[in-house]
């Protein structure tokens, strides 16, 4: 399975970005799929996943503010990332797990200034 992430960017504390991931080379759909982040000098942690029934998890630094969301006929995900702060400052990875199989994107660069 191979994962294309895209829409990060740089924007100032208290804007918005939203980050997509589309899984491709599978006639499956993924059981679940999240986003990663990870920060200089700090491991990578687990932002947001969704199921393909459409339950969701977030981490709590990031509840209330982002939204994880997926279209199964694309096998996409998407984060919506409001009231962005610089703590939000990581390389963020999408996942996607097809019966216990973890396949990771590239990684796309979301930095927030204060």
């Known amino acids: 399975v191979q994962l294309q992430a895209s829409g990060g960017g740089q924007v100032q504390a208290g804007g918005s970005l939203r980050l997509s991931c589309a899984a491709s080379?599978?006639?499956?759909?993924?059981?679940?799929m999240s986003w990663y982040r990870q920060a200089p000098g700090k491991q990578r942690e687990l932002v947001a996943g969704i199921f393909s029934g459409g339950s969701t998890n977030y981490a709590d630094s990031v509840k209330g503010r982002f939204a994880i969301s997926r279209d199964n006929a694309k096998n996409a995900v998407y984060l919506q990332m409001n009231s962005l702060k610089p703590e939000d400052t990581a390389v963020y990875y999408c996942n996607a797990v097809i019966y216990g199989l973890s396949s990771w994107g590239q990684g796309t660069q979301v930095t927030v200034s204060s």
């Open positions: 080379g599978s006639i499956l759909s993924p059981n679940y």
